[in-house]
């Protein structure tokens, strides 16, 4: 199974920071020049991925892997251009790439380059700045008891949906039974 359908918890590493000679592999590699933020990025930001999944990828090898299959056309879908490189997703299989000729990011569902994407980000740091915001946003939502929401909302959902189903099953039932006389 390929890494680029992983799920949360998966191989991947997270919580180092790239060395120079990674950097280079990646370059090498995948015959491209990362734009100089994100090189930065990789070789000074120490990171993790958070509860939501949200990340950017912090391995080489996973990085060239995943441009790789994507450049092949990952499951049928049209191939990524030779200078679109993969940089991490949200935990939901929509990856972030970075254009290295026009330093542009952007995120695609489900890695489909025929759709619009679902975000578009001038450069890396427009990116990395928006990442922030939401974290920020998600860690104060949940000091103040917000975002846990929907921790209550769907195991109540799916009660009332399997006494629904009951109930639905006794008026079949009740229906059948009338019908029979």
């Not at 120079?20 to 991925?49: C, H, Y």
């Not at 769907?154 to 008026?171: D, E, H, K, S, Y």
């Amino acid at each position: 199974m390929s890494r680029a359908s992983r799920s949360r918890g998966s191989s991947l590493t997270f919580g180092k920071e790239m060395t120079r000679n990674d950097i280079a592999a990646i370059e090498q590699k995948l015959g491209i020049k990362l734009p100089l933020a994100l090189a930065d990025f990789f070789a000074l930001e120490k990171r993790d991925v958070d509860e939501r999944g949200e990340s950017i990828l912090s391995r080489a090898s996973d990085i060239i892997e995943l441009t790789l299959e994507y450049r092949a056309g990952y499951v049928g879908l049209a191939p990524w251009p030779k200078s679109w490189v993969y940089i991490g997703d949200e935990g939901d299989a929509c990856p972030y790439y970075v254009d290295c000729d026009t330093g542009r990011i952007a995120r695609l569902h489900k890695g489909n380059l025929r759709e619009k994407p679902l975000e578009v980000f001038s450069d890396f740091s427009a990116l990395h700045e928006h990442l922030r915001k939401i974290d920020v946003e998600v860690t104060e939502s949940l000091k103040k008891g917000k975002g846990n929401f929907l921790y209550g909302v769907v195991p109540l959902l799916g009660v009332l949906g399997f006494f629904g189903g009951i109930l639905g099953l006794v008026f079949l039932v009740i229906w059948l039974f009338d019908k029979s006389r």
